[in-house]
C-alpha cells in the first residue's frame, strides 16, 4: 500500500524519448514492483479546479467553487488520498509502485508537496538523442520548432523539461537516483542491480527483468509504441543523431542545451563531435534566451487557464462561440461560412419581395427609400470618420517617430557633451599635473642656485663657461 506521504512510492522521470518506457517495462517485471503505463494523475489533481472552457456548467463556476472548497491543507490531502487510492489499486498485490509520466517535470514541487517521502529515478539520455527519436517516432521536428520559437508542448519538454529535471535533482540530493539511458542499455543488468539497491530490494533475476518478450503494453497504451517489437534492451539507437540533422538543425539544438549542460550531464564526448560538425559554441546567452522564451510561453499558458475559470474573461456566447470552432476544427469552421452563404441568398431573396411590394406600394417604397438615404449618409459619415481616425492614427505615428527621434539625437548629444567633458577634465588635469611638475622643477633649481656648494663652484664654472644648472 502507498503511504500517504508516498512510503512504497516511486517516480520515474525523464524527458519524452528517453528510454523511460523501457525502464518501466523492466522494474514492473519484478515480482515486488508496479509500474503501469503512464497514469498523468499527478497532473490532473494539480489542475483540479481548471475545467474546459466548454463546460456546461461554467468553467468560472466550477473553478471558484472548487477552488474554495479545497483550500489550504484539504486540499492537498483530497488530492493525497485520490492518488493514492488510484496507486493502490494499480499495485495488483505488489508493495512499490513506480509512476512513469515524462511531462511531471512541470509539477516537480507540486509532487514532492504531496508525496514527500517518494524516491526519484532520472533517466538521462543524450539530448541530441532525444530529439532524433522526436523526430523518427512522432515526427516532430524539434529544431524546426525551436528556431521557430513555437508555442508547442515538445519545445516545453526539450527546453524546460532538461533546465527543471537538473535543478530538481540538485535540490533533492539523495532522494533522486540517476541513470544514464547509454549506460543501461549497454549493461543493463548492472544498472538494474543499482536501481533494486537504491529502491531497498535485494538482487533479483536479471534475466527476467530483461525479458521484455512478456510485457504487458499494448498498441493503443501510453510510452513508446516501438517497446511492443522488442524483446531485450538493445544499443542501436544510442548513435545515429548526426546523419539525421543538418549543421544548422545541429546549431539550433546545441544552442538550446549549451555545452555546459551536456559536459554537467555526462555528454562531453558529444560536445566535440558537435565542433567537428562546425557547430560553434555560443556560451550561454541563447541557451538563457531561449530559456526566457519559452518560460513566457508556459506562463501564458497557465495565465489563460486562469483566466478562464477565475472569472479573468466573461465567457460569453461569443467566446464560447470561438471555442466550439477552434476544438471542432477546419471543417467546421468551413460549414460555418458555408451556412451564411444560405443565409445570404435567404436574405437576397427577402430583399428582392421587398423590392416587389414596394413598387405595389409607393408611399412604403418612399419611406424605405429616405432610410435607405439615411443608411447610405450615416455610412458615409462612418466612412469619414474612419478616414479622420485613420489620418489622425497616422499623425500620431508620425508625431511619435518624430518624438523617438529627437530623444534619440537628444541622448546623442548629451553622449557627445559628457565625453567632451570627460576630455576637458583629462586636459585639466594634465595641465594642472604640468604646472606642479614645472613649479616643483623652478624649486630646485631656484634652491640649487642658493645653495653653498652652487656659490662656492661658481669660479669653476666661469672658466668652463657654465653658469646656470642644466
Excluded at 141 to 151: E, G, K, M, Y
Excluded at 351 to 377: G, T
Excluded at 415 to 425: F, G
Aim: with cysteine; charged share 25%.
Amino acid at each position: 500500500m502507498v503511504g500517504q506521504h508516498g512510503e512504497n512510492l516511486g517516480f520515474l522521470l525523464s524527458l519524452p524519448r528517453s528510454g523511460s518506457t523501457l525502464l518501466s517495462v523492466m522494474l514492473d517485471n519484478h515480482s515486488e514492483i508496479a509500474s503501469p503505463t503512464e497514469p498523468w494523475i499527478m497532473l490532473a489533481l494539480q489542475q483540479l479546479a481548471h475545467v474546459d472552457i466548454r463546460h456546461p456548467a461554467n468553467a468560472q463556476s466550477v473553478g471558484k467553487a472548487i477552488r474554495d472548497f479545497t483550500a489550504g491543507e484539504a486540499g492537498l490531502a483530497a488530492a493525497r488520498a485520490a492518488a493514492c487510492t488510484l496507486y493502490d489499486h494499480a499495485l495488483n498485490g505488489k508493495t512499490l509502485l513506480i509512476d512513469k509520466t515524462p511531462r511531471y517535470y512541470l509539477i516537480l514541487d507540486y509532487i514532492n508537496q504531496i508525496f514527500p517521502q517518494a524516491k526519484y529515478l532520472w533517466l538521462v539520455r543524450n539530448p541530441f538523442a532525444i530529439a532524433a527519436s522526436y523526430k523518427t517516432t512522432w515526427n516532430v521536428d524539434l529544431p524546426d520548432l525551436i528556431a521557430n520559437r513555437v508555442d508547442d508542448s515538445n519545445v516545453f519538454d526539450f527546453v524546460l523539461g532538461l533546465e527543471t529535471l537538473e535543478a530538481f535533482a540538485g535540490t533533492m540530493g539523495k532522494a533522486v537516483h540517476r541513470i544514464q539511458y547509454e549506460a543501461l542499455v549497454t549493461d543493463p543488468s548492472g544498472i538494474m542491480a543499482g536501481v533494486l539497491e537504491f529502491l531497498g530490494f535485494p538482487p533479483a533475476d536479471m534475466e527476467k527483468l530483461t525479458d521484455l518478450s512478456h510485457q504487458k503494453r499494448t498498441a493503443d497504451s501510453f510510452g513508446d509504441p516501438k517497446i511492443l517489437s522488442t524483446t531485450a534492451p538493445h544499443t542501436r539507437s544510442i548513435d545515429g543523431w548526426e546523419a539525421l540533422f543538418s549543421p544548422a538543425e545541429l546549431q539550433t539544438l546545441f544552442d538550446a542545451v549549451g555545452r555546459e549542460r551536456l559536459e554537467r550531464l555526462g555528454y562531453g564526448d558529444t560536445v566535440q563531435r558537435l565542433m567537428a560538425l562546425g557547430v560553434e559554441d555560443r556560451g550561454q546567452a541563447p541557451v538563457h534566451a531561449l530559456l526566457e522564451h519559452v518560460s513566457s510561453l508556459l506562463a501564458i499558458r497557465y495565465n489563460d487557464i486562469e483566466r478562464v475559470t477565475t472569472h479573468g474573461i466573461p465567457l460569453s456566447h461569443h467566446i464560447q462561440e470561438r471555442a466550439r470552432y477552434v476544438v471542432a476544427g477546419d471543417d467546421a469552421w468551413d460549414a460555418r461560412y458555408a451556412d451564411r452563404a444560405t443565409l445570404d441568398q435567404t436574405l437576397a431573396f427577402i430583399a428582392q419581395e421587398r423590392a416587389d411590394y414596394s413598387r405595389q406600394h409607393a408611399l412604403q417604397a418612399e419611406e424605405i427609400a429616405k432610410r435607405d438615404l439615411m443608411v447610405k449618409e450615416r455610412d458615409e459619415e462612418i466612412g469619414n470618420r474612419g478616414r479622420h481616425i485613420a489620418m489622425q492614427d497616422e499623425r500620431i505615428a508620425q508625431l511619435i517617430a518624430e518624438r523617438d527621434k529627437a530623444i534619440h539625437e537628444r541622448d546623442t548629444l548629451q553622449q557627445a557633451i559628457h565625453k567632451q567633458d570627460e576630455a576637458l577634465v583629462m586636459i585639466e588635469e594634465n595641465r594642472s599635473a604640468l604646472r606642479t611638475a614645472l613649479r616643483e622643477r623652478d624649486e630646485q633649481i631656484a634652491a640649487l642656485m642658493n645653495s653653498p656648494s652652487w656659490k662656492l663652484t661658481a669660479p669653476l664654472r666661469a672658466l668652463s663657461g657654465s653658469n646656470k644648472p642644466k
